[in-house]
């Protein structure tokens, strides 16, 4: 009977330690401090070493005593505890308790350009913030932007250009390419593209290039045909690849392509 209790208390013992470590690995990281922060330092018992400071371009911030202090990319914590280190290595202090505050976030931003409900500077709260939660902080992508983003930045001392296909990481289930973002890129979104559609229609103008729209729904967004149009008589005009614009041949279910002009003459009879 003990043996059997034993046996239970340590299953629980284990599923609780592989609970915890699992959960650890959710965790985000915490927020590393970086060039252009402004952060608060106090030293406990010690308010004559209290300093509101900027870390620097090459990240280190100047502290009462000690001097030059490296702090950029470490998280706060480390932080905290590379201060109090040379507080006691310089015996300054026996036992330093150092507490550093976050004033502003300079130093680890990304920017989100173009087509978005905010567009701006955003900070990153923590170290592995991606893609899609960017876009989701600057407001989402508007209703005149499109589908593929932009995003540019550098990796490993390079530069780095990716085009992302934002519906396609969920309705592809190619989540790999929500990638994590880092302080400095950039995310451009660029305005949808359009089609313009002029002559026999109820509604011409202007409309989006909806992902793998045909000619014929796109005469259907714009209303269909007038009374007096005609299929028979519609004309496409499209740049070629020296970027001249020409008729191209004429198929219903053909897709759209940016910037095509759909043109709907009147019937003869």
Not at 70 to 93: W, Y
Not at 114 to 125: A, S
Not at 164 to 191: E, S, T
Request: some cysteine; aromatic content about 6%.
């Amino acid at each position: 009977m003990n043996a059997r209790r034993l046996r239970a208390q340590l299953w629980l013992i284990a599923g609780a330690f592989l609970a915890l470590c699992s959960h650890a690995q959710d965790r985000q990281p915490e927020y590393q401090l970086g060039a252009g922060d402004t952060i608060r330092v106090t030293v406990f018992q010690n308010p004559d070493l209290t300093v509101e400071t900027r870390v620097t371009e090459n990240g280190t911030i100047s502290y009462p005593l000690v001097g030059s202090v490296r702090v950029g990319g470490l998280t706060i914590p480390v932080a905290e505890q590379a201060i109090a280190k040379a507080l006691k290595d310089g015996n300054f202090i026996q036992e330093p308790q150092v507490n550093i505050s976050l004033l502003q976030n300079r130093g680890n931003q990304v920017s989100v350009l173009g087509m978005v409900t905010r567009p701006g500077r955003f900070p990153l709260e923590t170290a592995n913030t991606r893609l899609s939660e960017m876009l989701a902080i600057a407001g989402g992508i508007a209703p005149t932007g499109a589908d593929i983003v932009i995003l540019t930045g550098i990796r490993d001392g390079k530069p780095l250009r990716r085009e992302i296909d934002v519906p396609g990481m969920f309705l592809d289930d190619q989540l790999q390419h929500d990638i994590v973002v880092v302080g400095g890129d950039v995310i451009y979104v660029h305005r949808q593209p359009m089609y313009y559609i002029y002559g026999e229609v109820q509604r011409p103008g202007s409309f989006r290039v909806e992902r793998g729209m045909t000619i014929r729904q796109a005469l259907a967004q714009a209303g269909g045909l007038s009374v007096r149009g005609t299929e028979r008589s519609m004309a496409v005009y499209r740049r070629d690849s020296a970027g001249r614009i020409e008729a191209a041949g004429l198929d219903l279910n053909d897709p759209v392509r940016p910037d095509d002009v759909l043109y709907v003459q009147k019937s003869l009879f």
